[in-house]
């Protein structure tokens, strides 16, 4: 198994590609925390890890707030005494120019999006470090943080943050052992992507416009991009370090 005896948490780990990773970290066998808001879809992802006679243990977390992230770190070095992996997935969207775009509504994709993937690797990265081996964190991107994408600003600004901040935290921690890597997915079936084309005049032409619009003509599974994060917090991946990886279909290559 790829990730024996490590400890993962992963964020957003409620539903799409974030329950994907934890049951396959699970699978892998890894001890996952499985952080959401969401305690009810939270719960639901330990459940089927546990089904797989897997360890896992959900924490309740608003990603945006300090001591919400402190206690989230805190609890996993209790319940497993150490940390090795910390998946940074959780995220939100909004479809707006930046005319369009309230201060409130900005305020609160960057502190979720953005300064989110900020707090889990400051208060991470310590534990890590204890340890003296180190540790892998691994941000979940986006295509939207490589290319422009109309009217979805500050989603566009909050992705192409995590690829800056994956560098800096790659560059200022190897030394430490830390590897910070980022998978930037394309358009893939998850909760966020459905919801938001149930909202389209025409949801089933806005998603033939989706996938449309890239090589595979079609949109992403969760796990195929959960299979991405795996091989980069795994030890397959030594060398890997400030890496972006797009799993897209192919759109950003066009």
């Not at 707030?65 to 910390?86: C, F, P, Q």
């Not at 959780?90 to 994709?109: H, K």
């Not at 052992?177 to 893939?188: D, E, F, I, L, S």
Request: proline fraction near 3%; charged fraction near 25%.
């Amino acid at each position: 198994m790829r990730l024996n005896n490590k400890v993962a948490i992963i964020t957003g780990a409620g539903s799409g590609i974030g329950r994907a990773t934890a049951v396959m970290f699970g699978k892998e066998g890894a001890s996952v925390v499985v952080a959401d808001i969401d305690q009810k879809k939270g719960m639901e992802t330990v459940d089927l890890i546990k089904g797989e006679n897997r360890k896992a243990v959900f924490v309740k977390v608003d990603v945006s707030e300090a001591h919400n992230v402190e206690k989230m770190v805190r609890t996993t070095v209790n319940a497993y005494g150490k940390l090795d992996i910390l998946v940074n997935n959780v995220g939100i969207y909004l479809q707006a120019s930046v005319v369009d775009t309230s201060e409130e509504d900005w305020d609160q994709i960057l502190d979720v999006n953005l300064k989110g993937v900020f707090l889990c690797c400051k208060y991470s990265i310590p534990e890590m470090i204890k340890g003296g081996k180190g540790g892998v964190i691994v941000n979940v991107g986006s295509e939207a943080g490589i290319v422009g994408i109309k009217k979805q600003v500050a989603y566009n600004v909050s992705k192409s943050g995590i690829i800056a901040l994956t560098k800096s935290i790659a560059i200022d921690f190897a030394a430490d052992n830390v590897r910070a890597n980022c998978v930037c997915p394309g358009t893939t079936e998850t909760t966020l992507v459905t919801e938001a084309l149930s909202r389209a005049p025409d949801p089933k032409r806005a998603r033939r416009e989706l996938e449309a619009v890239r090589p595979a003509n079609r949109l992403g599974k969760p796990e195929e991009i959960a299979a991405g994060i795996l091989y980069l917090a795994s030890d397959e991946s030594p060398y890997a370090t400030g890496a972006i990886l797009s799993i897209d279909g192919g759109y950003t290559a066009q």
